[in-house]
């Protein structure tokens, strides 16, 4: 018999993120554990509910309604609406079941990406990440007018050292009219030369206009990723079925579960970037081991290190957990 509990939390972004969404400045989420004997596993629920996962409350009614006792079949049946539940039962399960042995592919290190602030700030944020060890970047875009953050893009892609990469997210707030002109800014400088590297505009439209994107992939030599198209298991193949062989944004805790997206992964090679949704190293750690079996192309991971309140997160963790 598995014992099951669990613990909600709340952390703080220090600075808040500035997305298209507006600002987030507090993470909520669940730690669940499952006892069995003598062994313990830890999952994490961290949903993003304007991802389009279930919310932290939904979350939780869905823990408050389980018996304390939980076994396999319950784990393994958790309904299609609970991404993010589906993802910590599932990753505590292996772990209480898996600890210490190697039951994948070995873990390959992976590079990371870093999350540069919005804005101009963007530029006078890089040069400590890349000492830091990042070449791989992501600038949110859509959140300030569309001529101001073209003047600061054309900057910071000139200014970039030769090999690094740069990833321009969009979070679906841009119209056709400026993903045309992100896309047709992003070619010219790519065929002129510049000192980065432009990897791929992600999510520049609406989950709704798939086919915009599509024709915006086939148009434009800069690729394109999806990320909020294809938030969970269900919406990956459906886009998948509907032709998208460009790159897949996985962010594995709110995709659901995790031995479904494996199988998915594994069938279809699709070409894929992993990435946080900003979770502890609870959900983190079981996201990274995804991310290590599956990513095939070795793009880099959107796990770079992100700066809260409460600064250790092991003894943040600890406390939480012998706290109530
Ligand atoms: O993907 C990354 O590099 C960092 C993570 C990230 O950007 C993100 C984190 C939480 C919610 C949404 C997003 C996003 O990609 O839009
Ligand atoms: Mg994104």
Redesign the pocket.
């Known amino acids: 018999m598995t014992q099951f509990n669990f613990r909600p939390y709340r952390r703080r972004f220090q600075p808040p993120l500035q997305?298209n969404h507006g600002v987030w400045d507090v993470r909520d989420g669940i730690i669940i554990r499952l006892t069995s004997d003598s062994n313990v596993g830890y999952g994490e629920i961290a949903p993003?509910s304007w991802?389009g996962s279930e919310t932290v409350e939904q979350a939780l009614d869905f823990c408050r309604q389980l018996p304390k006792e939980v076994s396999e079949e319950i784990i393994f049946s958790i309904p299609d609406r609970f991404p993010a539940c589906q993802f910590g039962f599932e990753s505590a399960w292996e772990d209480i079941n898996c600890r210490g042995v190697q039951m994948y592919a070995p873990i390959i290190p992976l590079a990371y990406?870093a999350?540069l602030p919005a804005g101009k700030a963007a530029l006078s944020t890089w040069q400590s990440l890349a000492k830091d060890g990042y070449s791989t970047f992501?600038w949110k875009i859509g959140v300030d007018p569309i001529a101001e953050e073209l003047a600061i893009f054309h900057h910071l892609i000139e200014v970039l050292p030769e090999g690094v990469k740069l990833r321009l997210?969009a979070?679906g707030g841009l119209s056709y009219e400026e993903a045309n002109l992100w896309l047709y800014n992003c070619d010219n400088i790519m065929a002129a030369g510049a000192g980065g590297e432009i990897e791929y505009i992600?999510q520049p439209l609406a989950v709704k206009n798939l086919t915009e994107m599509q024709e915006l992939s086939d148009y434009y030599a800069t690729a394109i990723a999806l990320?909020e198209s294809v938030a969970n298991l269900t919406q990956l193949e459906a886009c998948y079925q509907r032709g998208w062989r460009g790159i897949f944004?996985i962010k594995p805790s709110i995709a659901g579960s995790p031995s479904r997206l494996r199988k998915f992964c594994q069938e279809r090679k699709i070409d894929a970037v992993f990435?946080?949704?900003?979770e502890t190293i609870v959900g983190r750690q079981a996201a990274l081991k995804l991310a290590a079996e599956l990513s095939i192309n070795r793009r880099a991971v959107?796990f770079?290190v992100h700066h809260w309140l409460e600064e250790n997160e092991q003894t943040w963790l600890e406390q939480l957990w012998q706290a109530c």
């Open positions: 997305t993003i991802f990406s999350l992501k997210d979070n992600e990320d944004t990435s946080s949704v900003f959107g770079g």
